[in-house]
C-alpha cells in the first residue's frame, strides 16, 4: 500500500468520466461559443508574452549553472503549491530557454515560446514543419512537471517517444524533473516507473491500451473506498499496486489533428481468446463459398466505404450452396453474414497491402505508419476471414474484454493541448469534440514558399515530350526542390491530408493483447 503514489489515491478518488457529446441546441449553441471563441486575439496575446520572456534573456544567460539551480527550487516549490502567477509563468519559461541552450544548444524563439503558452493555456498550436515543436512542448511539460502531477506527450510510434525522451531529457533533468518512454513490448514494472516519471512519452496506441488494461484490473472496485478496503483485507495484492497509470492529468498531443481527428473514432479492443471450433470451421467454409460467388451478379462491391452486399440472387445461390454444411448455415442472416466477411477478405482485403503474412501468421500493416502490428487483430471474425483466404491456420476468435475510442479517451484528460502543422482546416472538429481552441503561430522568419496555380499532370504531351506544368498541389521551396502543398506530413496510402474518412470506413478496429490475467477481478466487499 505504500509504493502506491498518491496521484493514484487522487485518480480513484476523482473517478474519470467522460463528457457525452452536446446534442441538438445545446450543440448549436455550443459551435456559437466556438465561433465566438475564434474571435479571441491568442496570438497576438500570446506573442506578446513571448516578448516578455525574452527580456530576461540577459538576466539567465548571465548566470553559472549552480545559480540557475538555484533559481529553479524557488520556481518549482511555486508551482508545486499551485500558487504561481503570471509573472512566475513568464520567468519559467525564460529560465527553461536558458536551459535548453546550455544542455542541447538550442534555445527557443520567440514564436516557439509564444506556442509554449498556447499548449499551457489548452490550445492546439499550429506550427509549420521545421518550426521547432518538439523544443516547444518542453517548456509547459517542464512546468507541468513542476506541479506534480506528471504529463503525458503523446507521439504517433515508439521511435519518437524514445528519441524525444532522449533528447529532451537533459532539459528535464537539469530542471529537477525524470522522464520516461513506454515502448511496446515493456514490463508491466518498467511501465509503471515510466507513468510515474514527471514527464513521460508515449504513443496513443500504448498509453490507451494501458489505461484499458487498468480498468480490468479494478473491475468493478474502481472507487477509493473500495480500493482501501481491499488493500485492508490482504488477501491478495490490492489493485491500486498493480495499476501503471496514475491519472490523466495533462496531455500534450504531437499530430493533434491526426491523433484527434483522423484516428478519432477508431476503437481500441483488449481481448483473449475464446476457442469455438465449429465457428473457426465456419470461417473456412464462408471462404470457400465466396470463392464460388460472382462479382456484380452474386454481390456488389463498394470500394470507397469498404462494403459488400450480397444480391437477391447471391442470397438464393447461397442458400444453395451451404445446403448441409452444418448447424451455423441453417440460419440466413448468421450464413450472410459469414459470407460477407468473406467476400470482404476477398474483395477489399489485399496482401502485402493491409496486410502480409509471417510465420503462417496474417500480421497488419498500420495503414498510417506503414508499420507491422503482430498483436493486433481485425474484429468481428474479420482476421478469421483473411487467415482462411489465405488458407492458413485459422486461429480461435478473440473475446472482448474492454473498448475504447481515441475519442473518448483523450476527452477523459484533465487538461488536453495539441500541436500540428496543419489544425486551421479542422478548427471546427477541435471545438466541437474536444473544446480546444486553435491558435496559428506564425514561421520565426517569413516563409518563402511559391504556391503555384492549379495545374493538370500528365504523362506525355501529345508531341511525345514530357508535359512540364506543375501538377495540382506542387509547389517550390527555396532551393527548388518540389513538394506537395500541404507538405507539413506524409502518409503512405492516405491521400489528401485534408481528407476526412467517413466513420463506417474505419471499422477495422485493432486489438490488442495483454500478458495481465484478463478475467481478474479484485475482491470487493460486500454491496
Excluded at 479 to 500: E, I, K, L, V
Amino acid at each position: 500500500m505504500a509504493s502506491v503514489p498518491s496521484s493514484t489515491w487522487r485518480m480513484l478518488d476523482q473517478r474519470l468520466a467522460d463528457k457525452p457529446l452536446t446534442k441538438g441546441l445545446d450543440a448549436a449553441w455550443d459551435a456559437g461559443v466556438g465561433l465566438a471563441a475564434r474571435c479571441v486575439p491568442r496570438q497576438r496575446r500570446f506573442l506578446e508574452r513571448a516578448e516578455a520572456v525574452l527580456k530576461f534573456e540577459k538576466q539567465y544567460s548571465d548566470m553559472s549553472s549552480a545559480q540557475l539551480h538555484e533559481a529553479i527550487v524557488p520556481l518549482r516549490e511555486i508551482f508545486r503549491r499551485q500558487r504561481d502567477t503570471r509573472e512566475d509563468l513568464d520567468r519559467a519559461f525564460a529560465l527553461i530557454r536558458e536551459v535548453a541552450m546550455r544542455q542541447i544548444g538550442e534555445r527557443p524563439f520567440a514564436v516557439q515560446v509564444a506556442g509554449a503558452f498556447a499548449l499551457e493555456a489548452g490550445c492546439v498550436a499550429e506550427m509549420a514543419t521545421g518550426e521547432g515543436k518538439t523544443l516547444t512542448a518542453t517548456m509547459p511539460a517542464t512546468v507541468a512537471g513542476w506541479r506534480g502531477r506528471g504529463c503525458h506527450i503523446i507521439t504517433v510510434n515508439d521511435y519518437l517517444a524514445k528519441r524525444d525522451a532522449e533528447w529532451m531529457g537533459r532539459i528535464y533533468h537539469f530542471c529537477g524533473l525524470k522522464v520516461a518512454a513506454i515502448e511496446q513490448g515493456m514490463l508491466d514494472a518498467d511501465r509503471r516507473a515510466a507513468y510515474t516519471a514527471d514527464i513521460t512519452y508515449c504513443t496513443n496506441k500504448e498509453v490507451t491500451a494501458d489505461f484499458l488494461r487498468d480498468r480490468l484490473i479494478l473491475g468493478r472496485c474502481g472507487g477509493l473506498a473500495a480500493a482501501l478496503l481491499d488493500g485492508m483485507a490482504g488477501i491478495r495484492r490490492s489493485a491500486p499496486e498493480r495499476l501503471v497509470q496514475r491519472g490523466l492529468p495533462y496531455a500534450i498531443i504531437d499530430e493533434a489533428d491526426s491523433i484527434l481527428i483522423d484516428e478519432a473514432v477508431t476503437p481500441l479492443i483488449i481481448s483473449g481468446p475464446g476457442p469455438n471450433p465449429e465457428q473457426t470451421q465456419a470461417f473456412q467454409q464462408a471462404a470457400s463459398l465466396a470463392a464460388q460467388l460472382q462479382a456484380q451478379t452474386d454481390y456488389r462491391v463498394d470500394p470507397r466505404y469498404q462494403e459488400i452486399e450480397l444480391t437477391e440472387a447471391g442470397a438464393k445461390r447461397l442458400a444453395q450452396l451451404s445446403t448441409g454444411l452444418g448447424a451455423v448455415w441453417r440460419g440466413a442472416r448468421r450464413s450472410r453474414e459469414l459470407v460477407v466477411k468473406a467476400l470482404t477478405a476477398k474483395d477489399l482485403y489485399r496482401r502485402d497491402h493491409q496486410y502480409v503474412v509471417e510465420g503462417g501468421k496474417v500480421v497488419i500493416v498500420d495503414e498510417f505508419t506503414g508499420r507491422l502490428m503482430a498483436d493486433r487483430q481485425w474484429r468481428d471474425g474479420l482476421h478469421q476471414a483473411v487467415e482462411a483466404k489465405e488458407q492458413i491456420e485459422v486461429t480461435p476468435p478473440k473475446e472482448t474484454y474492454a473498448r475504447i475510442s481515441f475519442q473518448r479517451f483523450f476527452r477523459m484528460y484533465a487538461k488536453l493541448a495539441g500541436m500540428t502543422g496543419t489544425a486551421r482546416e479542422a478548427t471546427a472538429e477541435f471545438w466541437q469534440i474536444y473544446h480546444l481552441p486553435v491558435v496559428v503561430i506564425p514561421t520565426n522568419r517569413p516563409c518563402i514558399r511559391q504556391y503555384l496555380p492549379p495545374g493538370a499532370q500528365r504523362g506525355s504531351s501529345p508531341g511525345g515530350g514530357a508535359d512540364r506544368r506543375p501538377s495540382r498541389s506542387a509547389g517550390l521551396d527555396h532551393r527548388g526542390n518540389q513538394h506537395g502543398r500541404t507538405g507539413d506530413r506524409h502518409q503512405a496510402g492516405t491521400g489528401h491530408r485534408g481528407s476526412r474518412r467517413p466513420a463506417r470506413d474505419r471499422h477495422r478496429a485493432q486489438r490488442i493483447g495483454t500478458n495481465r490475467p484478463p478475467a481478474f477481478r479484485p475482491v470487493c466487499p460486500a454491496g
